[in-house]
């Protein structure tokens, strides 16, 4: 029998409680994992180096969607870096340590993460999002009310002058202006207030 390894995105874990999802995994025998380094502080490092030489304001790149419906609908004037998402940092982490192991499945949030990571082709690893495994798998637990995402926007407070638009609705509100502000960097969310929103933003 393969090894079946699984890494739960942040908004997994907050919608079901880390014990009743890894308990409803281990049924199936597939074992959770978890990060080993600090993803966040790389990121965040990583777009703090990029402004202090970016000669335009520089997108938030971490959510496919927003940048994609941004350069789509307003082409603004913005550096769209090419930094990974935390969520690939940790998958590449834990591509690493168990390739060879079984097969290794990250979790995301949403459809188009799960496509950005599958684009990177990395072997023995799957990028799925988590509704579409549980239904596969016939996961069926009770989910939580989330009132406030557990990656909520601020993620690059400190970092010089930002403005978060942190929904489709955001978006479009200010870029929609004749004129933008003065700013060093946007954080960009197409859902609202972060992922656990997905289903919502999209319907």
């Not at 769209?80 to 690493?96: D, V």
């Not at 909520?152 to 978006?171: C, D, H, N, T």
Request: overall charge negative; charged content about 20%; hydrophobic content about 35%.
């Amino acid at each position: 029998m393969i090894n079946q390894f699984i890494w739960l995105n942040p908004v997994a874990l907050a919608r079901y409680g880390t014990d009743e999802i890894e308990q409803a995994l281990r049924a199936k025998k597939i074992t959770p994992v978890q990060c080993l380094q600090d993803h966040m502080t790389t990121v965040r490092e990583a777009y703090r180096c990029a402004l202090e030489t970016a000669a335009e304001p520089v997108a938030d790149t971490r959510c496919p969607l927003a940048v994609d419906y941004l350069k789509r609908t307003y082409r603004p004037p913005l550096s769209y870096l090419h930094i990974e998402p935390i969520l690939l940092h940790c998958a590449r982490e834990l591509h690493e340590r168990y390739c060879g192991q079984g097969q290794l499945t990250i979790t995301t949030p949403c459809v188009p993460l799960a496509k950005l990571g599958n684009a990177l082709k990395l072997e023995h690893t799957v990028f799925i999002a988590w509704d579409d495994f549980a239904i596969q798998h016939g996961i069926a637990l009770t989910e939580k009310p989330l009132h406030q995402s557990p990656i909520p926007p601020g993620f690059f407070e400190g970092l010089g002058r930002v403005r978060a638009l942190a929904s489709k609705r955001e978006i479009d509100e200010y870029f929609s202006l004749p004129q933008q502000g003065s700013y060093d960097i946007y954080e960009l969310l197409y859902c609202t207030q972060g992922c656990h929103n997905h289903a919502e933003s999209l319907a």
